[in-house]
């Protein structure tokens, strides 16, 4: 059983789509309610849409309280829900890298800390998406990357703590055909970071076959980072 959180479009979407289709049942969470009932009405039963946001501590709770009981525990768990709110640093844009910092990073710590006993008693695989901008910062990304670099140090600390119980993979996508640049609210950024994705970017669906093939391979061994970039992008 698969727990996708940001499932209501992107990665998030592809990915249920992809488990599912590979056997597992999934739990969809995600704010915007109604994308992920229509999602989970795709794969027939077995499927769960749960309104929850990963910044709000007790709607994880009650979620992971209905994974349990309805679907029987989490064996998969993917870290997805995020923020991609890139600009020049200035106090103007305060707000957005505060609601990064909640949604990419604690979020996600959040989240794993909630499901964290049931991956264990399943012998889960806890799947963090994390971004190429985790290994390589540039000009307008600062506070992004400092979120996903997190991801990455937070990642490799539960990799040793946690196995061989629970396997910890990192997945990190370069420019992918998502609805995140939408969200930028600076101008300029948005405008220039859109044509450059609209250039090379892979698809949703190419990520979410990294994270079937990932978590499906023999549990004596573990695809712990793998970085996924458009075959055109440079850097």
């Known amino acids: 059983m698969a727990v996708i959180t940001g499932a209501s479009s992107g990665i998030g979407e592809a990915t249920a789509r992809a488990l ?34 990963v910044t709000d ?10 994974v349990r009981t309805e679907l029987g525990g989490t064996d998969v768990l993917v870290n997805n829900a995020g923020l991609m709110l890139l600009a020049p640093f200035s106090s103007g844009q305060r707000d957005d890298y505060r609601r990064m910092v909640e949604t990419n ?13 049931q991956l264990r008693d399943g012998g889960g695989d806890l799947v963090n998406i994390s971004s190429v901008a985790g290994r390589t910062a540039r000009p307008t990304n600062g506070v ?11 990642s490799e600390s539960l990799r040793q703590e946690l196995q061989p119980e629970v396997r910890v993979t990192v997945i990190e996508p370069g420019a992918v055909a998502t609805e995140l640049t939408s969200h930028i609210t600076h101008d300029e950024t948005r405008e220039a970071t859109e044509a450059f994705v609209e250039g090379l970017a892979i698809r949703p669906e190419d990520i979410a076959d990294v994270i079937v093939f990932a978590v499906s391979r023999p549990r004596r061994m573990t695809l ?5 970039r458009p075959t055109e992008q440079a850097g």
């Open 144 to 154: 992004y990357a400092a979120t996903k670099w997190g991801i990455n140090g937070w």
């Open 57 to 66: 501590r007790d709607s994880l709770v009650a979620a992971a309280e209905r």
């Open 224 to 228: 712990n980072e793998i970085l996924v």
């Open 105 to 117: 990073l604690l979020g996600a710590i959040t989240t794993t800390e909630v499901f964290l006993d």
């Open 20 to 53: 599912a289709a590979a056997g597992y049942r999934v739990a969809l969470l995600a704010r915007r309610v109604d994308r992920i009932d229509e999602l989970a009405a795709e794969p027939g039963e077995g499927a769960l849409a749960i309104e929850a946001d």
